[in-house]
Nanobody, 117 residues
C-alpha cells in the first residue's frame, strides 16, 4: 500500500505561481513513477506531468503546460513537487498526485487550484 497526501493548492491570479507537494508513505520502494493529473468540471482527468524515481528518462509533460510547469522529486523526503508558473485560468482544476507501483496505481485526495483572470 502507498499513501499520497497533496498540499499547496489555492487561489492565485493569472500569471502567478504555485507549488504543489505530494508526500508518499507506505511501500515506497515499490513506486517506479510519480506524477500529477488534473480534472476540471465536465472534463476527463488528464496527465499534467510525471517522473520516474530515478529521473530517467526525462519527465513527461502535457503540451499545455510545457515551459510553465516543472515536476521534481526528492527521494530522501519521498516527495514529488509540481512548480507551476505563469498560471492561466484554464489551469483551474483539482490536481491529483499519482503513484505507479506495478501492478497497482494510487491516487491522492486532490488539491484545488483556482486561477482567476
Amino acid at each position: 500500500q502507498v499513501q499520497l497526501v497533496e498540499s499547496g493548492g489555492g487561489l492565485v491570479q493569472a500569471g502567478g505561481s504555485l507549488r504543489l507537494s505530494c508526500a508518499a508513505s507506505g511501500n515506497i520502494d515499490s513506486i517506479n513513477r510519480l506524477g500529477w493529473y488534473r480534472q476540471s468540471p465536465g472534463k476527463q482527468r488528464e496527465l499534467v506531468a510525471r517522473i520516474t524515481r530515478s529521473g530517467k528518462p526525462n519527465p513527461n509533460y502535457a503540451d499545455s503546460v510545457k515551459g510553465r510547469f516543472t515536476i521534481s522529486r526528492d527521494n530522501a523526503k519521498n516527495t514529488v513537487y509540481l512548480q507551476m508558473n505563469s498560471l492561466k485560468p484554464e489551469d483551474t482544476a483539482v490536481y491529483y498526485c499519482h503513484a505507479h507501483s506495478p501492478p497497482y496505481v494510487y491516487w491522492g485526495q486532490g488539491t484545488q487550484v483556482t486561477v482567476s483572470s
